[in-house]
């Protein structure tokens, strides 16, 4: 019922970058911790990273640790993944997800989660 909005997709070559944006519809994430997933056709939704309420914890899938990095700004009620060395395995559509939790809360599985985006796609190619 609470909705977000992923946006920054699009196509980049291979050790290319992206930076995606989250961004809630009508409501603040004060309260929420955030996370990223992707899902690509004929898989389960992959956690790749979260981050907490205040954004002073996180965690991160070992298939994007040292080039993803999830971050938020608060101010701008905001939450962005920036994604380097990018390869052809990291194409999926991208999705943020918000769940209501307390200060310390941090998970990437993707169950957990109750309020999601429509997604944006990444497609990495030559």
């Known amino acids: 019922q609470l909705h977000l909005l992923e946006s920054g997709g699009g196509l980049v070559q291979p050790g290319g970058s992206l930076r995606l944006s989250c961004a809630p519809s009508?409501?603040?994430?004060?309260?929420?911790?955030v996370g990223w997933f992707r899902q690509v056709p004929g898989k389960e939704r992959a956690g790749l990273s979260c981050?907490?309420?205040?954004?002073?914890?996180?965690r991160y899938a070992e298939s994007v640790k040292g080039r993803f990095t999830i971050s938020r700004d608060n101010a701008k009620n905001m939450v962005y993944l920036q994604m380097n060395n990018l390869t052809p395995e990291d194409t999926a559509v991208y999705y943020c997800?918000?769940?209501?939790?307390?200060?310390?809360?941090?998970?990437?599985?993707?169950?957990?989660?109750?309020?999601w985006g429509k997604g944006t796609q990444v497609t990495v190619s030559s």
């Open positions: 009508g409501f603040r994430l004060d309260y929420y911790a």
């Open positions: 981050i907490t309420v205040s954004g002073s914890g996180t």
């Open positions: 997800g918000a769940v209501s939790a307390g200060n310390g809360f941090c998970t990437y599985a993707p169950k957990v989660y109750t309020n």
